[in-house]
Each structure stands twice: as C-alpha cells, then as structure tokens.
C-alpha cells in the first residue's frame, strides 16, 4: 500500500514547538498495543491522555496484563490485528519480537509505531528499513527523547542563532539503579543484556546529537563494565563527529544520579562561537549561565514526551507526512549505536553503516 492511500481523513491538526495539538476535533484514530510490560504501561497512560487516538486493544504474551491495558485483550498478535478495524498499531516489546511485529502489522496494510532500540542488530534494523520502504507503509520509531520539552526550547534557540555556530557538546546520561546485587528494579532483564547501556540507553542522546546537529561521519567508543553481576557494559564514552563540523561526546553511566538530579538523567551543553546553552538534568535551560527557559511539566514521563511522541505519530499519519523519527531518518541513530560497540571491540573510530 502506498502512503497515500493509507493517508487518514483529517487535514486539520498544527504543529507546533511542543508537539501536535489539534485546532479542531479530528476522528479519533483506533488503535491496538502489543506489549504491555515497564514502558507499554507508560504509553498506554499516554494514549489514554490523548483525544486524538483511543486503544481498544492489547495483545502480551501475559494475558492478564493485556487485560488489565484495553476492552479486548489477546495473546496472539495475528488474531488481534485480524478481528479488529484498525488504524495503527503500536509495538511495546523488547527488540528481539520488533521486526517480526512490524513485519505482521506491514503485510495487514497497518502503519506502526515501534519502541527503540529497532532491533536486536543492524541486519534486522536493515530489513525493517526495507520492509517500510518498500511497502510505504508508516513505520515509526518511539524515540521520545527528542520530544522532551526542554529539548524542543533548546533547538528553538539553537536554530535561532543565539549562540551562532555551534561546534562541539557534552551530553550525559546518568542513574544510581545500576550497582549492587538487584540492579534496575524497573528492567531488572537487563542484567542479562549483553549489550547494555549504549544500545538501551545512550541510544537516546545519540539521537539527540542527530536531532540537533545531522548526520554522524565518525564515532570513537569506550566502554567498561563495573558490576560485576551482569552481562553488559554500565559506562561508556562515545566521540561523535558530524557532517557540519560539529564534535562532540557522549557519555554515560549508572552509578550515580546527576547534579541536580531530573527528569533529563543528565545535561545537555552545546557550544557555539557565541557562547553556551546548557539544559540541566531537572529541564531547565540556561544560556551563557543565566536561566531562559524553566521546565514546569510535571505530568507524563519526562515532560510528557511519550505522550508528545505519540501525537506527533498521528499527526502525521492525519496529515500524510513523514515521521521525524520515521524508520529510513531513524536509521542513522541505530547504525551509530552498532558503530559503537564495533568501535570499542578494535579500539579505532568508525563511520555509521548508513
Ligand atoms: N523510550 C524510552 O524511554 C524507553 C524506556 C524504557 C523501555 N523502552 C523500550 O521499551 C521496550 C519494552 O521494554 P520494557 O522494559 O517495557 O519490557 P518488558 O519486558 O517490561 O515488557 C515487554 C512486554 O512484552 C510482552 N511480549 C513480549 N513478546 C511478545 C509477543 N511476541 N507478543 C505479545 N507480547 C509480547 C511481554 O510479555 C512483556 O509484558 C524495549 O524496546 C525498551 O528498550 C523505552
């Protein structure tokens, strides 16, 4: 099916800096979730803020948890996707099921949203760029970092010129859940991850770099493990170099909270020939050390970002556009992140499989 035919019926909702909010009351797009663990519960409270889409389905494995997520639950995708009239779907499961979910929601003519990190490896990220491709079918990753409100307000400057060019960052990711014998009480399967904290967390600033600065030529990676009970790595430092001339590093941890702590896990400082923007971990924004824009969200997870991401899915599906975070513009992020990790093992840097 060709993006647009599958174009929904209402012309009316505005972006604005913020995210999607509709001036008008468009239908309310029907939706199912497969997924209902940690974060689907986060996107489910999400959804259920949102005028503009409904769940009326919810598909786990654990049939009590998609139960207790929408009026009709199941424990088989295909039987959900097949007994009811949809307008999405939306994947909350670990990466490993991501590509066949996709592919099942794709070949029933369903746009998509799907969690990061895409996929287990970049061979299956690959063959999901293909499948969306292809079939032009919308396929979306839930990368909500980017809609963090502060983030929104530090662009808005950034684009403005406040501080000129810029030329180099600090982004930083940071928590206390990950020493001691039962780490991440939230995700405590991450223990087992052998790929650990670039893949599942850093991923996020790397997108960030991405979102303000373009495409990534280089990387260069360090990374270290430090509790010894599990599988991954728990710190690691990444230099990135990006196609305008702008370097930078990304780094993170789980050892410690920030300073201040927040919503953020870290700071975001980004440098130009006129001087510095800075958001902190709580959200707030300073430019060359004064405050310019103070973080007041106190709904949602971090800032109501899954909730922003979520509105900007339907607005373009409302609106036919593509995705910010679309699978081809998305791509470059996952394929840094594998870039990383082969960075780290032969100590060289390395461009992006793009
Ligand atoms: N964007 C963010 O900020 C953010 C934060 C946390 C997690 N995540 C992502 O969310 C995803 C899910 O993570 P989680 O911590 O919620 O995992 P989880 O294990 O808590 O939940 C996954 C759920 O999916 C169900 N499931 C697995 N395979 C299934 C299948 N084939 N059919 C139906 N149900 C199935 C499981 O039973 C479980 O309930 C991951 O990709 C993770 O990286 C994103």
Redesign the pocket.
Known sequence: MRPEHITLRNNSLTARAHGIVSDVNPRKLRGAI?????????QLEAWRRMDCAEIIAA????IA?ATASAEHAY?D?LEMLTRHKLDFVDI????D??L??VQLCVDNGLPVIV???MAPNLAEASEMLRLAQTTGIPVMV????RWQPWHREMKLRLDAGVIGKPFGYHFTMMNNDGLGPSPYP??P?FSAMPKLLIF?SLV?PVDLTRFYFGEIRKVFAVKRRRNPLIAGEDRALLVLSHDGDVDGVVEGQRYLQPEPPGPAMGHSLIEGELGRLVTLANGDLLLNGHLIWQNQTTLG??GDS?RATQEHFISCLNEGKEFESSAARYFGTFAAVDAAYLSADQERALAPQV
Do not use: M
């Not at 598909?59 to 654990?62: I, M």
């Not at 839930?142 to 970092?145: A, G, L, R, S, V």
């Open positions: 497969v997924g209902c663990g940690y974060f689907g519960q986060i598909c786990d494995a654990d948890r424990t995708p909350a499961t670990r990466p099921t991501h066949s979910l969690q990061k990190p839930h990368e909500n970092w939230n995700q399967y599942e996020h997870y971090k899954v």
